[in-house]
């Protein structure tokens, strides 16, 4: 079918839906071999056994809890950030929320699976549904992660009914599909009333289910007693890591997706500036949590503690440990705090090293300790696996094609809020302004709605 | 009710690892492919480890100590395991329940003393292994963590023939494979609650002190230190 | 499709998040009554259990609440 243009304001965000190109196909095929190579992987694993991988003793955790830690990591781009954003009435979010709540949604489904892969016996996982012990965090993990991927599921979901409406109402495509996920909804002031209720709920609600997920996952280092994880700085420093890839992986998917589907128009320049200046923000306080801990650990000197530590800085994994500073401290600060360098481009480089220093801290958190244990025994190397690897490829393509899946359906950027921006919050906004300035608000208000009628 | 506990003296030691062996005979402990073994796989539940070297090259004096579950009273491997496949029985022993368990080897990331192993795959024994399993002891699928479990199999046993003997269990009933195995008598093995007992009076001498101790782990696995 | 049709499957839908969350309750009070048995920390499991139900419940409110008033007010202008 070809595409209609219907000539609305907005054609260009619903344009991908209607109208897929060649490379599109192009990708779809390359992804999911990629990702059938994986399966492949995992069920070699199924049937052998977890010596498919490069996991042995001491390290018995690796790669699929590094990439568990992390994936649930970038999941909190989404929600959190989007609810921070709503809750501050911070305006330019417009374009980015829906973007960042798609990312929440896959990428927490596709976390949420790799410990069910790291399980050595996964046709006994109903065994934590039928006798699961409520005290070890790996159950209170299970619960956070799923009360997050509910929560956030409904927070991408209810926002979304006035653009399915948009589309069950240009007809064409999947007419069924958006009646049945429309509700019915037509737009009337108190349909939009209920709309905002429930969106404000979820917006406050949210924020501590996201924050408790990450904490909780550091929880699961933290509770034990080994040297470098048994920390309680670690439910803080995971949240604030967890954002920081997060907002990285945000602004690559942003800056793809307005190459492919020409969305800039809408995602200006002023929208990475401001989410630089978050990445910039938020790089810090990570350095700072990094440098509290390690500097503690330094000055306590005690022993078991410090050979993890000598591990991490001079031992096997000093490139990744150097690697990670250079990339998530030392070039996100030159690159975004220089006018010059910040420019889109400057961004989506920073952003990348981001996501790859962000990778490395799970791994510098989580192999160290597992290789040094408190007894002598001989410290081995880790090297991961080609399943390991595999399985790694296939999850990161699952995620791009879940995107790029979600892209086809729904529009990527909030096309009421985008509307809703342009046709009253231009007055809103000069309203709540005058009431920050010094004179009597009333005042204020009934002048701007003088003006307004005008 | 007993508390079960161990004392080994590393005075009389001689490290010659009768009772490695015989703990692996015991529990039908798989033995790993070299591949596998290389690759730090090789399954034991009592390991010699080399606590350090005292001298210089070549007069070197390797201190061993003989390490196996240290059956903690407090242990933290328990603690974090999400389906009770471990567990503490009455008897101060840490069991473990093979067909409960769902391989996620929380229990050994968390242990201090690194002493579970997991079956990351299973190979083909050798046949004459096979001839000589225990049948006391399951033997365990691919998948899942195991551990020293003081032989709990034979207390069960010196259970039942007491109670068809119409007696009580006495001390020396019971004794896992590995102190029945030391040629030199290096481990005692008994009642911890009983203060007559052999161990329980070891366990108080003076060179008697607990590994990492200090984690509040309680271990009942207790060492004489070696004194010249 | 016709309205009513529609209307069905979106009611099944929704319902699928009460069943979420009526599992996630009995869920977790299985889990509570076996710690209870096994005699593992029971006011740490109850804190948890507590927090995770409400939070399912409000989730499966919020979305009814959605639904309901979305199709009550369909028709006003
Ligand atoms: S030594 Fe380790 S495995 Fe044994 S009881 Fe203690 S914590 Fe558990
Ligand atoms: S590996 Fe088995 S015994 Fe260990 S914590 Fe997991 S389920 Fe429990």
């Known amino acids: 079918m070809s595409y209609v243009d219907l000539h609305d304001e907005d054609e260009t965000l619903f344009r991908p839906i209607y109208e897929t190109s060649k490379s599109f196909y192009i990708a779809v095929v390359v992804l999911t071999g990629v990702f059938l190579f994986g399966l492949g992987c995992y069920i070699h694993q199924l049937l052998y056994g977890l010596g498919a991988t490069g996991m042995d003793e001491p390290v018995s955790w690796a790669f699929y809890i590094v990439d568990f830690v992390f994936f649930i990591g970038i999941s909190h781009a989404g929600t959190l950030i989007?609810?921070?954003?709503?809750?501050?009435?911070?305006?330019?979010?417009?374009?980015?929320?829906?973007?960042?709540?798609?990312?929440?949604g896959i990428v927490l489904a596709i976390g949420g699976l790799h410990p069910v892969i790291d399980l050595g016996r996964p046709d006994r996982i109903l065994h934590l549904f039928e006798r699961g012990r409520l005290q070890s965090p790996l159950l209170w993990d299970l619960t956070s992660v799923t009360a997050y991927f509910t929560a956030s599921t409904i927070y991408l979901y209810i926002p979304m009914i006035p653009d399915i409406a948009l589309l069950r109402d240009r007809g064409g495509k999947l007419q069924n599909l958006y009646k049945i996920l429309a509700w019915g909804y037509k737009g009337t002031p108190k349909q939009k009333h209920a709309l905002e209720k429930a969106i404000n709920i979820l917006m406050v609600m949210v924020i501590p289910i996201a924050i408790s997920v990450h904490t909780i996952i550091a929880w699961i280092f933290g509770m034990t007693l080994q040297p470098g994880w048994h920390s309680t700085i670690f439910g803080p420093y995971f949240v604030v890591g967890a954002i920081y890839s997060g907002i990285a992986a945000l602004v690559i998917v942003m800056i793809a997706f307005r190459k492919l589907y020409h969305f800039e128009d809408y995602l200006k320049e002023i929208h990475f500036q401001y989410l630089g200046t978050l990445l910039l923000v938020v790089s810090l306080l990570w350095t700072y949590f990094t440098f509290a801990e390690y500097l503690t650990t330094f000055y306590g000197h005690e022993p078991a503690e410090m050979r993890v530590f000598d591990y991490k800085f001079i031992g096997a994994y000093w490139p990744y440990f150097w690697l990670m500073v250079l990339v998530n401290f030392v070039m996100p600060v030159i690159i975004l705090s220089n006018k010059k360098t910040k420019t889109i481009k400057g961004i989506l480089v920073a952003s990348i090293g981001v996501v790859i220093g962000m990778w490395l801290e799970r791994l510098i958190i989580i192999i160290p300790t597992l290789a040094n244990p408190r007894l002598p025994y001989p410290t081995g190397m880790y090297t991961p696996s080609i399943t390991e690897l595999g399985i790694a490829a296939a999850a990161t393509s699952a995620f791009i094609l879940g995107f790029m899946g979600f892209s086809k359906i729904f529009p990527l950027i909030s096309i009421w809020e985008t509307k809703e921006g342009r046709e009253s919050s231009v007055h809103e906004v000069s309203m709540r302004l005058r009431e920050y300035l010094p004179g009597h608000p009333e005042e204020a208000k009934v002048e701007a709605s003088v003006k307004a009628e005008l | 009710m007993p508390k079960y506990g161990m004392v080994i003296d590393l005075n009389k030691c001689t490290s010659c690892q009768a009772?490695?062996?015989?703990?692996?005979?015991?529990?039908?402990?798989?033995?790993?492919?070299?591949?596998?073994?290389?690759?730090?796989?090789?399954?034991?539940?009592?390991?010699?480890?080399?606590?350090?070297?005292?001298?210089?090259?070549?007069?070197?004096?390797?201190?061993?100590?003989?390490?196996?579950?240290?059956?903690?009273?407090?242990?933290?491997?328990?603690?974090?395991?999400?389906?009770?496949?471990?567990?503490?029985?009455?008897?101060?022993?840490?069991?473990?329940?093979?067909?409960?368990?769902?391989?996620?080897?929380?229990?050994?990331?968390?242990?201090?003393?690194?002493?579970?192993?997991?079956?990351?795959?299973?190979?083909?024994?050798?046949?004459?292994?096979?001839?000589?399993?225990?049948?006391?002891?399951?033997?365990?699928?691919?998948?899942?963590?195991?551990?020293?479990?003081?032989?709990?199999?034979?207390?069960?046993?010196?259970?039942?023939?007491?109670?068809?003997?119409?007696?009580?269990?006495?001390?020396?009933?019971?004794?896992?494979?590995?102190?029945?195995?030391?040629?030199?008598?290096?481990?005692?093995?008994?009642?911890?609650?009983?203060?007559?007992?052999?161990?329980?009076?070891?366990?108080?001498?003076?060179?008697?002190?607990?590994?990492?101790?200090?984690?509040?782990t309680v271990p009942k696995v207790r060492y004489l230190n070696a004194i010249e | 499709m016709k309205e009513k049709t529609v209307y069905y499957?979106?009611?099944?839908?929704?319902?699928?998040?009460?069943?979420?969350?009526?599992?996630?309750?009995?869920?977790?009070?299985?889990?509570?009554?076996?710690?209870?048995?096994?005699?593992?920390?029971?006011?740490?499991?109850?804190?948890?259990?507590?927090f995770a139900i409400t939070v399912f419940w409000i989730l499966a409110g919020v979305l009814s609440y959605v639904f309901f008033s979305l199709h009550k007010h369909a028709h006003e202008a």
């Open chain 2, 19 to 216: 009772c490695v062996t015989a703990c692996k005979v015991e529990n039908n402990v798989q033995i790993v492919s070299e591949d596998d073994a290389q690759h730090g796989r090789a399954m034991f539940w009592m390991k010699m480890l080399t606590m350090e070297f005292d001298g210089d090259y070549p007069n070197i004096k390797p201190k061993t100590l003989p390490r196996n579950c240290m059956q903690c009273d407090e242990p933290s491997c328990i603690k974090v395991c999400p389906v009770r496949a471990t567990y503490i029985r009455e008897d101060g022993i840490v069991a473990q329940i093979y067909p409960q368990c769902i391989g996620c080897r929380y229990c050994m990331a968390n242990c201090p003393y690194t002493v579970k192993v997991f079956n990351w795959d299973r190979q083909a024994q050798p046949k004459e292994v096979e001839k000589t399993y225990n049948p006391d002891v399951s033997v365990r699928p691919k998948g899942i963590v195991e551990k020293c479990t003081f032989c709990v199999h034979r207390l069960q046993d010196a259970s039942e023939k007491a109670k068809a003997e119409h007696r009580e269990l006495e001390p020396g009933d019971y004794v896992p494979a590995c102190v029945e195995a030391c040629p030199v008598d290096a481990i005692t093995f008994g009642d911890l609650d009983d203060k007559k007992s052999d161990v329980s009076v070891a366990s108080r001498d003076y060179r008697a002190f607990g590994l990492l101790e200090e984690l509040g």
């Open chain 1, 82 to 104: 989007s609810a921070i954003l709503r809750l501050s009435k911070a305006e330019w979010r417009r374009p980015i929320t829906r973007m960042a709540e798609v990312i929440t």
């Open chain 3, 9 to 50: 499957i979106q009611l099944l839908t929704l319902s699928f998040n009460w069943i979420l969350a009526i599992s996630v309750t009995t869920w977790f009070v299985n889990l509570v009554v076996i710690s209870n048995q096994v005699k593992d920390q029971q006011t740490a499991s109850l804190y948890i259990s507590v």
